[in-house]
């Protein structure tokens, strides 16, 4: 079965420099999340996006902002990247809670950043 | 805000044994879904059960299954015939179902060793 997937896999960015993770989501699947998981971590929210409009908003700094595209996959821009901003970014994806079978959110590989 | 707890940083099980890893949360809301998913080495997070709030049945996926206990906001997971493949970082999240707020909560995760 298809999966979600992330691109890039790994990412080494120098301090303030920009960095665009990309999200492919299930394919029919409308509903996409954003997390960050630092080292020895527990996952964090970020943002989440439905039908291409923001959905709900977590702890995502402003230095970060994403969109959904008419194709569902997601984007998530980063900028004035700082050391503390290295983690591992998870992309999830679902499909808007109708039921309660389909709206479980599967996760891609993960991006890993390094901020050098 | 909901908070989930995990208070087993670290577990161990014998090959074949069984282990049971514990969570705990708060939340004022009646209705939700918990999950456990699995963090191997890999760091892929790959969902190893849910449980919808309103069946008081518990779920059970192969070797996997759940002591739900609502009134205690209590939500173990027991791996039963435990195989090396187990051994993962375990954590457990929580998923409001009120619109807008279908992030995923997770606990700090536990750790768990299958020694052969």
């Known amino acids: 079965a298809a999966g979600v997937i992330q691109s890039p896999r790994h990412l080494i960015k120098e301090k303030r420099e920009t960095a665009t993770l990309k999200c492919y989501p299930i394919?029919?699947?409308?509903?996409v999340y954003w997390y960050q998981q630092g080292p020895g971590q527990d996952p964090q929210f970020l943002i989440s996006f439905y039908e291409k409009m923001q959905s709900d908003k977590g702890s995502i700094p402003d230095r970060f902002s994403a969109q959904q595209f008419s194709d569902y996959h997601s984007e998530l821009n980063m900028s004035s990247l700082e050391l503390g901003d290295s983690a591992l970014y998870f992309c999830?994806?679902?499909?808007?809670?109708?039921?309660?079978?389909?709206?479980?959110?599967?996760f891609g590989p993960g991006t890993r950043l390094t901020v050098l | 805000a909901q908070t989930v707890t995990q208070s087993q940083p670290e577990m161990s099980v014998q090959e074949a044994e069984t282990v049971t890893l514990s969570c705990t949360y708060d939340?004022?809301?009646?209705?939700?879904?918990l999950f456990w998913y699995k963090q191997p080495p890999s760091r892929q997070m790959i969902l190893v059960i849910r449980?919808?709030?309103?069946?008081?049945q518990n779920a059970t996926e192969n070797r996997f299954s759940v002591n739900f206990q609502k009134a205690a906001k209590s939500f173990s997971l027991k791996i039963s015939d435990s195989q090396l493949g187990d051994a993962a970082m375990y954590f457990c999240a929580y998923r409001s179902t009120q619109g807008g707020s279908e992030k995923l909560v997770f606990g700090k995760g536990t750790k768990l060793t299958v020694n052969p």
């Open positions: 449980q919808e709030a309103y069946k008081q």
């Open positions: 999830a994806s679902s499909l808007f809670p109708e039921s309660p079978f389909t709206d479980t959110q599967y």
């Open positions: 939340t004022s809301e009646s209705d939700y879904y």
């Open positions: 394919p029919r699947h409308d509903t």
